[in-house]
T-cell receptor, first 111, second 113 residues
């Protein structure tokens, strides 16, 4: 799977929107963009994924650039429970399952 | 409720001992995975299994072994050959391999004394 680049850390005020960027310039046409988050001392949890079109679910929105070389995870109103490390991952549709977690972005939510 | 369980949550072992970490899922998922996480780092894939009685090495399989005798279970053995076994171990499963969402267990923190 291709690699991704994310900022090491970001801060947000509580109840403000948060935009978490991810660059994936070597993405292939069949790679899905997945986002997971990991709360302290817990296993990661799935947040959202997409291929080409923007996606929304109850947790977040995913905005994918037209050339697919970057994407942005949007938390519409950050809460203290959203403080976590957010991972942007590219997943091939088929083939070996080398799910690559980088160091992600540590989001701090300020009350 | 469906999910993935890992036990124990904390595990202490003496250097040179083998230790087996448990992972069970009742999601009826075909694929299961083991990851290792070191402090401040991302996850690294140790082994994965796409189907019962079959498994493949991940990026850091040396010093580890697995078995997949049942669909629900994918135990990981950390052997004495693993040079630096102290870490946070995470088990995950997905319906199939590939792009499917992975569901993670709560993790086992192994400390080798």
């Amino acid at each position: 799977d291709a690699k991704t680049t994310q900022p090491n850390s970001m801060e947000s005020n509580e109840e403000e929107p948060v935009h978490l960027p991810c660059n994936h310039s070597t993405i292939s046409g069949t790679d899905y963009i997945h986002w997971y988050r990991q709360l302290p001392s817990q296993g990661p949890e799935y947040v959202i994924h997409g291929l080409t079109s923007n996606v929304n679910n109850r947790m977040a929105s995913l905005a994918i650039a037209e050339d697919r070389k970057s994407s942005t995870l949007i938390l519409h109103r950050a809460t203290l429970r959203d403080a976590a490390v957010y991972y942007c991952i590219l997943r091939a549709l088929t083939g070996a399952n080398n799910l690559f977690f980088g160091t992600g972005t540590r989001l701090t939510v300020i009350p | 409720d469906g999910g993935i369980t890992q036990s124990p949550k904390y595990l202490f072992r003496k250097e040179g001992q083998n230790v087996t970490l448990s992972c069970e899922q009742n999601l009826n998922h075909d694929a299961m995975y083991w990851y290792r996480q070191d402090p401040g780092q991302g996850l690294r894939l140790i082994y994965y299994s796409q189907i019962v009685n079959d498994f493949q090495k991940g990026d850091i399989a040396e010093g580890y072994s697995v078995s997949r005798e049942k669909k629900e279970s994918f135990p990981l053995t950390v052997t004495s050959a693993q040079k630096n076994p102290t870490a946070f171990y995470l088990c995950a499963s997905s319906l199939r391999q590939g792009s499917d969402t992975q569901y993670f267990g709560p993790g086992t923190r192994l400390t080798v004394l």
